[in-house]
């Protein structure tokens, strides 16, 4: 079981990019699925988590600007940033709880990270 992010890129100020992350292997329930970012100097930080059932978290810092969705039959997490700042540069993970049959409890798995550049 494994995750693999792509999406990443250089964007200038108040652009848009989407980051797509989808577990592959045999898995059973894709539980929760978020995305963290780590910034240089930095702490990696949660900025967004969907429950299976759709609901969902954001950090203060990307309200309104984030919107993180999910694809259920994929087991895919996409997280589509508008109006990046500068600030939002980081390289992002994507996370996630992975149930791989219905007898075995959640694991918890990341992805590569996938480097985004917002220049000013």
């Known amino acids: 079981v494994q995750l693999q992010a792509s999406g990443g890129g250089l964007v200038q100020a108040g652009g848009s990019l989407r980051l797509s992350c989808a577990a592959s292997?045999?898995?059973?329930?894709?539980?929760?699925m978020g995305w963290y970012r780590q910034a240089p100097g930095k702490q990696r930080e949660r900025v967004a988590v969907?429950?299976?059932?759709?609901?969902?978290n954001y950090a203060d810092s990307v309200k309104g600007r984030f919107t993180i969705s999910r694809d259920n039959a994929k087991n895919a997490v996409h997280l589509q940033m508008n109006s990046l700042k500068p600030e939002d540069t980081a390289v992002y993970y994507c996370?996630?709880?992975?149930?791989?049959?219905?007898?075995?409890?959640?694991?918890?798995?990341w992805g590569q990270g996938t480097l985004v550049t917002v220049s000013s």
């Open positions: 969907i429950t299976s059932g759709g609901n969902t």
């Open positions: 292997g045999n898995i059973f329930r894709a539980n929760d």
């Open positions: 996370n996630a709880d992975l149930q791989v049959t219905r007898w075995t409890r959640s694991l918890n798995y």
